[in-house]
T-cell receptor
Framework: KNQVEQSPQSLIILEGKNCTLQ??????????LRWYKQDTGRGPVSLTI?????NTKSNGRYTATLDADTKQSSLHITASQLSDSASYIC???????????????FGTGTRLKVLA | GAVVSQHPSWVICKSGTSVKIECRSL??????MFWYRQFPKQSLMLMAT?????????EQGVEKDKFLINHASLTLSTLTVTSAHPEDSSFYIC????????????FGPGTRLTVT
């Protein structure tokens, strides 16, 4: 069964600290993995996207890693800011062999709270 | 680029009435649009996938007669919640993709529906 699991479910850190969010998946065949940031009451905004051959991708203070062998990804946030408080969602996509369309499996997200 | 808008951003309606939510791709043609709903502290749940000019494909458990989806043009899809009830109160988010076999999807800002 295609699944995406994220941990921790929630996280509280102090401003300026680093943190790492985890994403494990069992989606097959794998196409790409994306991390989204979703502010409360807003739609998700893409942070990074990685394909099978990519191990790491950075976007400012956000760095995502991917280990396609172990089917694990992480999102590292450096020098956290109050504005980083949000939900972070891991989404893994695969291409349907029957229809040719892309399917998306969403993780349950990690709620991050950055405190001053 | 790749901006998706939703209207309205929030709506309050009385039980039994119908509500229409619009999703527009502002700077690209969206062959495929997705509709999600999200309950508090939960991840996005795919409701249906719509391709321009054809009937929407609904996920298991989603009533197609209650959630009417129309994708009449390459830049507009609408979701109509018919005979709304308080349990339909939720955050509805659309996303758009330039193609059926294209893995990128761009999210709208969401619409908060409250049924009283």
């Amino acid at each position: 069964k295609n699944q995406v699991e994220q941990s921790p479910q929630s996280l509280i850190i102090l401003e300026g600290k680093n943190c790492t969010l985890q994403c494990n998946y069992t989606v097959s065949p794998f196409s790409n993995l994306r991390w989204y940031k979703q502010d409360t009451g807003r739609g998700p905004v893409s942070l990074t996207i990685m394909t099978f051959s990519e191990n790491t991708k950075s976007n400012g203070r956000y760095t995502a890693t991917l280990d396609a062998d172990t089917k694990q990804s992480s999102l590292h946030i450096t020098a956290s800011q109050l504005s980083d408080s949000a939900s972070y969602i891991c989404v893994v996509s695969f291409r349907s062999t029957t229809s040719g369309t892309y399917k998306y499996i969403f993780g349950t997200g990690t709620r991050l709270k950055v405190l001053a | 680029g790749a901006v998706v808008s939703q209207h309205p951003s929030w709506v309050i309606c009385k039980s039994g009435t119908s509500v229409k939510i619009e999703c527009r791709s502002l700077d690209f043609q969206a062959t495929t649009m997705f509709w999600y709903r999200q309950f508090p502290k939960q991840s996005l749940m795919l409701m249906a996938t719509s391709n321009e000019g054809s009937k929407a494909t609904y996920e298991q458990g989603v009533e197609k007669d209650k959630f009417l989806i129309n994708h009449a043009s390459l830049t507009l899809s609408t979701l109509t919640v018919t005979s709304a009830h308080p349990e339909d109160s939720s955050f509805y988010i659309c996303s758009a993709s330039p193609g059926r076999a294209y893995y990128e999807q761009y999210f709208g800002p969401g619409t908060r529906l409250t049924v009283t």
